[in-house]
């Protein structure tokens, strides 16, 4: 069996085109998306992203700002700059780079985060929504993955899906993503006894632990889809995913490559919900908004 590729850069430029059209839409109306990011510290790679993510803004006509703050911040002091960006009704959405410094906590900035502002789909109140199947802004990756199976005509329901990772920004929220849509599925992580025994029987499998080579071809029944969400750099500075690519090719019916799957997707979804909070804002549905334009 010969794998056809998820081709998520394909895609993502594709949607890229359509959110570039929405945005010239919202701005007939008065309205002008603004995403702004918040990075505490001078870490080179934070700096690389944001500067990716005004390019990728600025392409479409978004507005983006970027807020740089001391790394020796203090949490309170981190927490009154997300509340005046709350306050701040230029703003669509709030994106704060991880990993914070020290002893910053993320989790306690999600908190702050007006949840419609909430770019990045962290908030305890977005969360719950997903759990509740009512909820617009979710994790980015996940969002993208998602988006990608229904691009793919990947049938969900009644389908056995293995989700490998448990993370509060991929795995866990990923899953219930896919329960809701009646797939049955079985979280894997690091206290799984044997991850190979329910890989070996799914219909789908998704991973995204950040290890390499931890899914082989071998491990898999023919026609699995296989969605690889890891990211790992290896010492001679090549990226690969989660999934032993050449071997699962050889099984799957579709399957994501590294890069150029899943990755692309993440930085589109990151636009798409930057969209959908200046909609929120203005008692606007993106899917009108996207369909009109």
Avoid: W
Wanted: charged share 25%.
């Amino acid at each position: 069996m010969v794998a056809q590729i998820i081709d998520g850069r394909s895609y993502s430029k594709e949607l890229t085109a359509q959110y570039a059209d929405a945005v010239e839409k919202l701005k007939a109306k008065g309205i002008t998306p603004k995403l702004v990011v918040v990075t505490v510290g001078n870490d080179e790679a934070s700096i690389i992203y944001d500067e990716q993510k005004r390019k990728r803004c600025n392409k479409i006509g978004m507005d983006f700002e970027a807020f740089y703050l001391d790394k020796d911040i203090t949490q309170e002091e981190l927490n009154a700059k997300i509340r005046e960006l709350n306050e701040d009704d230029s703003v669509s959405g709030i994106f704060v780079s991880a990993p914070l410094p020290g002893d910053l906590s993320h989790q306690e900035v999600s908190r702050v985060i007006d949840p419609d502002k909430d770019v990045d789909g962290f908030s305890p109140v977005n969360l719950g929504k997903i759990v509740a199947g009512s909820g617009q802004l979710f994790p980015c990756t996940p969002r993208g993955v998602m988006k990608l199976l229904k691009h793919y005509n990947v049938e969900l329901k009644g389908k056995d899906i293995a989700v490998i990772g448990k993370s509060p920004v991929v795995g866990l929220p990923l899953s219930i993503l896919l329960m809701n849509e009646d797939a049955t599925v079985t979280p894997c992580h690091l206290s799984t006894k044997d991850t190979n025994s329910y890989v070996r029987n799914a219909d789908i499998v998704i991973s995204a632990a950040g290890v390499p080579d931890l899914v082989h071809g071998d491990n898999l029944k023919e026609g699995v889809v296989v969605v690889d969400v890891g990211i790992n750099r290896l010492e001679d500075g090549s990226i690969v995913g989660d999934v032993n690519y050449d071997s699962a090719a050889e099984k799957a019916s579709l399957i994501t490559p590294v890069p150029g799957g899943v990755g692309p997707m993440t930085v589109a979804m990151l636009l798409e919900q930057t969209i959908e909070c200046a909609c929120i804002h203005n008692g606007l549905k993106l899917e009108d908004v996207l369909e009109d334009a």
